[in-house]
T-cell receptor
Framework: GQQLNQSPQSMFIQEGEDVSMNCTSS?????WLWYKQDPGEGPVLLIA?????ELTSNGRLTAQFGITRKDSFLNISASIPSDVGIYFC???????????FGTGTRLTIIP | EAQVTQNPRYLITVTGKKLTVTCSQN?????MSWYRQDPGLGLRQIYY???????DKGDVPEGYKVSRKEKRNFPLILESPSPNQTSLYFC?????????????FGPGTRLLVL
């Protein structure tokens, strides 16, 4: 099955820093989703993107649907301790009932 | 409270001993799905169901079975578990499957097969 390439795999940052991560695919998606997984929990949807070029914010989080429809980006500004967790991108192709998930980016905040 | 529940949350078993992980949602969702999460591989879909009595294979269905006899329940069955099925399993549900419908995930079931 297809998987999305997500990078970086892990990030170690200091509180207050900005964070950027991205996902790329070899095929086109019609929908991009970004999830966050807290330790010991299931993933929770952060942002959904439905149009190429779309830029959507959710508080300090901003995500973009790449123009080529083969990539997406997530930025977190002014990180805080509760941002710690694993971030997953996911894509949905037209006519497909299955979400394809990225491999995840583990975010750690150094005190 | 709208939620997806899974049981058990933790399970240790031995190779070949059949087991079932239950999943239930109270949101009247049509679409349900099972994923496994492994380090470095993210979430991979095992099986999904578009509605009652409609199930289909995901990306990694080998060694698993599912059933959807009622809308709210979607159990995952391992007829003869093997050590390579040691993983963290998530059930998810959504209103529909298309257009990135928000999927609600259960809390996860951590399975160890010895």
């Amino acid at each position: 099955g297809q998987q999305l390439n997500q990078s970086p795999q892990s990030m170690f940052i200091q509180e207050g820093e900005d964070v950027s991560m991205n996902c790329t695919s070899s095929s086109i998606f019609n929908t991009w989703l970004w999830y966050k997984q807290d330790p010991g929990e299931g993933p929770v949807l952060l942002i959904a993107l439905y149009k190429a070029g779309e830029l959507t914010s959710n508080g300090r989080l901003t995500a973009q649907f790449g123009i080529t429809r083969k990539d997406s980006f997530l930025n977190i500004s002014a990180s805080i301790p509760s941002d710690v967790g694993i971030y997953f991108c996911a894509g949905l192709a037209f006519g497909n009932e299955k979400l394809t998930f990225g491999t995840g980016t583990r975010l750690t905040i150094i005190p | 409270e709208a939620q997806v529940t899974q049981n058990p949350r933790y399970l240790i078993t031995v190779t070949g001993k059949k087991l079932t992980v239950t999943c239930s949602q109270n949101m009247n969702h049509e679409y349900m799905s099972w994923y496994r999460q492994d380090p470095g591989l993210g979430l991979r879909q095992i099986y999904y169901s578009m509605n009652v009595e409609v199930t289909d294979k995901g990306d990694v269905p080998e060694g698993y079975k599912v059933s959807r006899k009622e809308k709210r329940n979607f159990p995952l069955i391992l007829e003869s578990p093997s050590p390579n099925q040691t993983s963290l399993y998530f059930c998810a549900s959504s209103l529909g499957a298309g257009s990135g419908e928000t999927q609600y995930f259960g809390p996860g079931t951590r399975l160890l097969v010895l």
